[in-house]
């Protein structure tokens, strides 16, 4: 099996993966870091959302072995020395999650939005942006209202 | 109220590690020397199995054991149950076919469970599946429910027609004496679409046998772990419940699919002996998920309402055909008899309503409890037919079920149910208000102007919930009783632990509970925990469903939390050398009556366990009490829901513009989660109005809809945000004051849409979902004699 | 899915010699199609050709023509100031493709050298009369879409880029699948040049096709006005459960329109 490293949350990292697998399942299984979730087999629902060089990306479909050496965030590197990120406070202030199961990939999303369009953001562009992000439970209300208060605090 | 108390809205407690990734799923969970389960799952709809050869793919590499269901039945394990017994109209039981762990000699459905392949790996156990040869010999198969009981396949022998019962409720013979004395009579005939629930968290499971204590361990994605336990040791004979322990850690949502007892969990605990103890981890692949988790609705129903000349209500009359599926899950039956068809009688004062039911096998995924179960069924035909009647008799429809409402309590309606309290009339002027309803012709107006339809369309929705008296529930076939447990351990520093038999998967109890006893007891919410979810630490609990949580299991914790008070006032009695009459409990301390003397909470609580302070033969030590709460009623939430739809008549799109909802839940312990419930409720009704839809293939028994790519999930582009708002009349039947407020938008949602479709095509009908499609086609007659 | 060797080279001479070596090779771009695929079982090729150490990504933006190199991502085209104002339509049309991860990972050249009846591009290849270049020669879009998930690619050879004429106007108009997000219907319009009208179609048949009927009308006066009443015919349309080949074609006479509309 191949050895790979990459860049975690800022720590370097390696481990031995097969050609076939996935990110997710380097992130999941072999690192240990399960927040980030996976929902579908047909790379749409989101859960898995992660950043590669800082870009969003679905983690459940990309290959761990062509993101070697690739610098990559995950929910659990987004906090910074014990101090929530914005926009995980913006969730939690707004409500924005119930089962929490797609929270981390709709968090990473939404912090990819406002890297890419900046801080103001109405709702229609927020409601668009987040097509590739299904959540089953807050009906997406509080999440556009999450999203929105957490980009203005970035 | 105290600014963590009830009535507060408090900031969820359980959101830190959510937000931080941190939570654990049962997917999350790894144990040492973990297998991997991949199921053999059958590709045809009805078959018989000729045979299945396993030797090929027991010589894969990595390969642990294969399980079919020659070895389920070898090892006796108890088939799969529903646990309400209906009777039909002449007296005969339901016809529950067998519904074995992994099948015997037949298959019912595509994705019926065939056999268990367990590996060192996910890839090995999933190709290993590959291999196993099973051998089927096809068979005709049924899909649609509205044919299945002509249909030359017969899926069970009990069931030669396919048909489980035929139930009615309701006076037959009063309700044709309305009919024959009306005035007119609405009738419409209806489709509750199919839908697949879709938890954002698949199903998941580890189960393993420890060879030691010979206990075994089930972590499960379940709303109610104790009761899982309860069938796997009584009905599929596992082990004792001592033997048992479940577990739902973090469960990422549920909507009723994760209710019920399904034959992948119970394999894999069962299989783990047969493999020396080693711990067997299965997690749903998507696709599996909507193969295989019990699917929501399937009504096809023929309705006929009866009104006099004053425009009142005399009489209603439904038939339902319901779909079961290929088996009869957990909960099948009492979904479209005893949730659906007692709440016939919506908001309405209705003399006489007679109902029949025919509960009817299909070759497809199992159909159970999903997010209302039965009442959103009830009252889409309640608030359909009537926004129709009041169409066709030219009344406003607002000013229709006006006139119609119920207006005093108790109300005793013609189906069973006995409404406590309500202010129906209150809601709709509020959301009339709030929907800026007089204006409604403008907009409509202004939205031709851009070539827009627009529509407007009510939904004035009851249900019963809080689910449910015991005694009334079990004199109509169920096969438990239906309370909840608490217990309150009250810690010598104060701190308190809250064990709950209720499970959140996403409700928020860790929050609302700790508001409850926060309140109570005046302690710190952040010194409150809520322990749930492990049969090893709560006594008992019949778990998460029917917006049960908050009428019965708060009702529970109320109830010890009553018993803690007491005791707490004995001890502070006693340390403080006073009457027990004359201590007074209020804002977290002890007083006594008269004097200056006081002593906070957590001081009596360590009194309570250093006992020498007070006589110990007199005052057991400690603080810790328990009850259990058997509801005397159902609770019955109700409302008014608005919604106005936007139609594009080149394409067929429908917007929700405007979705208005007021609702009556009675005391709320915390808006904000309320109003998330709400939203989320009101998303799937607008997801099965206007986009879910399952579509099993007619030729070939296939699920068309078997992934994202195909069954459309509501996106946040998809709907609008909403406008909310409540009116409270509290429940006289818990001393919280509660109604339940999990199911309410999905229940009411649906026809709130589809009354705003309809108007806004100026159509009597057209069927859910309402995709751009099928809103196209259903305009093209009209546009044909518009040229 | 099933294992596989696993390459990235950094030449596409290396990358042809890899495929050809391979028993049963396959090419990965940004992977949302060939990996869910695996995934399903669909597919299990023996060796992955990752092109993504080509570095051929870049928007070249000149006075003619514009040419996108084959590992460009949606993203990046959209993203293109140059583009937005040379080719508009392109630029919306990537803008639209899946949802914004996708469009992270998902090339050009990827999507083109699937031909996914239902992908974006094709219609903006065809719409336009693009040329690909491929690691052997370079093909004229006419040429190049052969059917469903067909094309004229041969063996092992590569998109390496793609050369699209600048329009003097170009729109484009999507109707997504509700449950997929994919074309239900997409239609691209482009005024060429030299006043040419062309009307691509994508996910309403077998394969990217144009519509001769619309290119009519809209030939004679380029504005919506000018469909009025042009229906296109259903028959040999795609039809299934989302969409029937009347609704399909009722829906193209209409994005059409809206493709025209959006034009600059």
Not at chain 2, 411 to 430: E, F, N, S
Request: hydrophobic share 40%.
């Amino acid at each position: 099996m191949p050895a790979i490293s990459m860049k975690v949350n800022g720590q370097a990292v390696c481990g031995e993966v097969e050609g076939r697998t996935l990110l997710v399942e380097f992130l999941r299984d072999k690192l240990g870091l399960t927040g980030t979730h996976v929902g579908c087999d047909t790379s749409q629902c989101g859960a898995c959302v992660v950043h590669v060089d800082g870009k969003a990306v679905k983690s459940c479909t990309a290959l761990a072995i062509a993101c070697a050496d690739a610098d990559v965030v995950t929910i659990e590197g987004l906090a910074k020395n014990g101090k929530l990120h914005p926009m995980q406070e913006a969730f939690r202030e707004h409500h924005g999650l119930q089962c929490g199961f797609c929270t981390p990939g709709m968090i990473m999303a939404a912090v990819d939005m406002v890297k890419r369009l900046g801080k103001k953001l109405d709702e229609d562009t927020i409601r668009h942006e987040l097509e590739g992000n299904i959540c089953r439970c807050t009906g997406y209300h509080n999440i556009v209202a999450a999203v929105k208060a957490g980009a203005a605090s970035m | 109220m105290n600014d963590t108390g009830i009535g507060a809205r408090v900031r969820r407690k359980e959101d830190h590690r959510f937000i931080t990734g941190k939570g654990q799923y049962t997917d999350d969970i790894n144990l040492p020397k973990q297998t991997y389960a991949y199921f053999v799952r059958s590709p045809h709809a009805h078959a018989t199995i000729k045979s299945i050869n396993t030797a090929k793919a027991k010589k894969i590499p990595g390969v642990v054991g294969i399980f079919t269901g020659e070895d389920v039945a070898k090892d006796k394990l108890g088939g799969l149950i529903c646990g309400w017994m209906i009777h039909s109209k002449d007296g005969s039981p339901m016809k529950a076919g067998p519904h074995p762990v992994l099948a015997q000699g037949k298959v019912r459905y595509v994705g019926d469970h065939v056999a268990l392949v367990v590996a060192e790996t996910k890839e090995i156990a999933k190709a290993a599946a590959a291999a196993v040869q099973v051998s089927y010999g096809v068979l005709p198969h049924v899909v649609d429910v509205a044919d299945a009981m002509k249909s030359k396949a017969q899926i069970h022998e009990v069931a030669p027609d396919n048909r489980v019962f035929n139930w009615s409720i309701g006076d037959e013979a009063a309700t044709d004496a309305a009919f024959r004395n009306a005035a007119h009579v609405t009738k419409i005939d209806l489709v509750n679409n199919r839908l697949i629930p879709n938890a954002m968290e698949p199903r998941a499971a580890i189960g393993s046998y420890d060879t030691g204590s010979e206990n075994y361990t089930l972590y499960t994605t379940s709303q109610n772990p104790h009761v899982a336990r309860l069938v796997i040791s009584a009905f599929h004979g596992l082990a004792p419940e001592h033997k048992l322990r479940v577990i739902a850690p973090d469960v990422g949502g549920g909507f009723g699919s994760k209710i019920f007892i399904y034959a992948e969990e119970v394999a894999c605990v069962w299989a783990s002996k047969h493999i020396g103890g080693r711990p067997i981890k299965w997690t749903a692949e998507r696709s599996e998920s909507f193969l295989a988790d019990a699917h929501g609705r399937d009504h096809v129903t023929h309705a006929e309402l009866a009104t006099d000349a004053s425009g009142k209500i005399v009489g209603m009359k439904v038939h339902t055909k319901a779909a079961m599926g290929a088996y009869l899950s957990t909960f099948a039956s009492c979904v479209p008899t005893y949730l659906y068809a007692t709440l016939l009688s919506g908001q309405y004062n209705i003399p006489a309503i007679y109902a029949e039911v025919d509960a009817i096998y299909t070759n497809t995924a199992p159909v159970d409890a999903y997010r209302g179960a039965g009442r959103p069924e009830a009252t889409y035909v309640v608030e359909r037919i009537v926004e129709t009647a009041a169409r066709e008799l030219k009344i406003d429809p607002a000013e229709f079920r006006r006139r119609n409402f119920v207006t005093s309590f108790p109300h005793q309606t013609p189906v069973i149910m006995c409404y406590d309290a309500g202010d129906y009339p209150a809601a709709l002027d509020k959301a009339l208000e709030i929907a800026d309803y007089k204006n409604f012709g403008e907009r409509k107006s202004a939205s031709a102007r851009k070539g827009k339809l627009r529509g407007i369309g009510f939904s004035a929705y009851i249900e019963a919930c809080g689910i449910a008296p015991s005694a009334a529930i079990g004199s109509l076939g169920a096969g438990v009783g239906l309370w909840e447990s608490a217990e309150v351990r009250v810690n010598p520093v104060g701190t308190v632990e809250i064990l709950t038999g209720s499970h959140s998967h996403g409700q928020g109890h860790e929050t609302t509970f700790a508001q409850l006893v926060s309140d109570r007891l005046g302690v710190d919410i952040n010194n409150v925990s809520i322990v749930h979810g492990d049969t090893d630490k709560v006594q008992f609990g019949m778990g998460t469903y029917g917006s049960r949580s908050g009428a019965v299991g708060m009702t529970a914790i109320s109830k010890a939390l009553d018993k803690i008070e007491a005791k707490a006032k004995r001890v502070a009695a006693a340390v403080m050398e006073a009457a027990v009459d004359d201590v007074e409990f209020k804002n977290g301390s002890f007083t006594v009556k008269g004097t200056d003397k006081k002593m906070a909470f957590g001081e009596v609580a360590l009194s309570a366990y250093v006992a020498h302070k007070f006589n110990s033969a007199e005052i057991e030590p400690g603080l810790k009490e328990s009850a259990f709460h058997d509801p005397s009623n159902f609770v019955f939430p109700a409302g008014v829901h608005i919604c106005e739809v936007e139609v594009d008549a080149d394409t067929g799109v429908t917007t929700v513009a405007n979705y208005v909802a007021v609702d009556d839940f009675g005391n709320i312990i915390n808006p904000m989660i309320v109003e998330g419930q709400v939203h989320g409720g009101i998303v799937q009704g607008i997801g099965q109005a206007l986009a879910e839809g399952c579509v099993y293939d007619k030729e070939s028994g296939q699920l068309m809809t078997g992934s994202y790519m195909d069954y459309q999930m509501p996106r946040a582009a998809d709907v609008p945000s909403f406008k909310l708002d409540f009116t409270c009349t509290p429940c006289p039947s818990n001393p919280l004051g509660m109604k339940g407020c999990g199911e309410a938008g999905a229940i009411a949602s649906p026809a709130a849409v589809m009354n705003a479709v309809t108007d806004a095509l100026g159509l009597r009908d057209v069927p859910m979902p309402a995709t751009p499609q099928v809103v196209w086609k259903a305009m093209q007659p009209m546009k044909k004699a518009a040229e | 899915m099933e294992n596989f060797n696993y390459v990235r080279p950094a030449k596409v001479a290396d990358a042809v010699k890899a495929m050809k070596k391979a028993k049963d090779g396959k090419y990965l771009a940004g992977g949302h199609t060939l990996l869910p695929t695996l995934k399903q079982g669909l597919a299990a090729p023996t060796d992955i050709v990752d092109l993504s150490g080509l570095k051929n990504a870049g928007v070249k933006v000149g006075a003619k023509s514009v040419t996108i190199g084959a590992g460009t991502t949606h993203a990046e085209v959209a993203g293109s100031k140059d583009l937005r104002k040379a080719i508009p339509g392109l630029a919306k049309l990537a803008g639209g493709i899946g949802d914004p991860h996708v469009r992270h990972r998902g090339t050009i050249g990827g999507s083109l050298a699937n031909n996914d009846p239902a992908a974006d591009y094709p219609a903006a290849a065809l719409g336009l009369g693009a040329t690909i270049h491929t690691s052997d020669r370079k093909i004229p879009a006419e040429k190049y879409f052969t059917g469903m998930f067909s094309t004229a690619l041969k063996g092992s050879e590569i998109v390496t880029a793609v050369e699209f004429p600048v329009p003097k106007k170009s729109g484009y108009a999507k109707f997504p699948n509700p449950a997929s997000l994919y074309a239900m219907v997409g239609v691209f319009v482009a005024q060429l040049a030299d006043g040419s009208v062309r009307v691509a179609v994508t996910g309403a048949g077998p394969g990217v096709f144009r519509a001769p009927e619309l290119e009519a009308a809209l030939a004679k006066n380029f504005s919506a006005k000018a469909l009025d009443g042009i229906a296109v015919k259903a028959k040999g349309l795609n039809s299934d459960m989302h969409a029937s080949a009347e609704y399909r074609a009722h829906l193209i006479t209409v994005m059409a329109k809206r493709a025209v509309e959006a034009a600059k």
